[in-house]
């Protein structure tokens, strides 16, 4: 298959998040992130952060905030769908952890296909 540059750069991926409840379980909360791709050396640079301790957290933060561009099945306590913008995603990544697994889930769904193969 010949490579075509497509004028839509992002894509929707799904995001499984763990986060503690009663009891010492876990409740799994799924929504769906849009993700913008970022060039290959901007990726290289965040794995490289990702593997240092001391910049890990920081740097997943920062990832979330440059790749994600938007969201679905993200609701407020009425059920409501939660429009995206810098200052509600700004929001959701003080849940703790969350920005990490965002970041993860990024760079794992860059690697998927390869995976397959």
């Known amino acids: 298959m010949a490579f075509i540059l ?5 894509y929707f991926w799904p995001i499984n998040f763990e986060t503690p409840v009663d009891d010492g379980k876990y409740e ?3 929504f769906s992130c849009e993700f ?3 060039k290959q ?8 952060q ?3 301790m001391k910049t890990a957290l920081a740097a997943s933060r920062k990832c979330a905030k440059e790749v994600v561009v938007g969201w679905k099945d993200i609701l407020d306590e009425e059920n409501n769908q ?9 929001l959701l990544l ?18 998927e296909e390869k995976a397959k193969n």
């Open 36 to 38: 913008k791709r970022i």
């Open 94 to 111: 003080e849940t703790p952890m969350l920005a990490q697994t965002i970041a993860v889930a990024y760079i794992g769904s860059l690697n």
């Open 41 to 48: 050396s901007q990726i290289e640079e965040y794995q490289k």
């Open 28 to 30: 799994t909360l799924k």
């Open 82 to 90: 939660i429009e995206f913008s810098t200052k509600t995603l700004d």
């Open 6 to 10: 497509k004028k839509r750069n992002t």
């Open 50 to 52: 990702f593997q240092d």
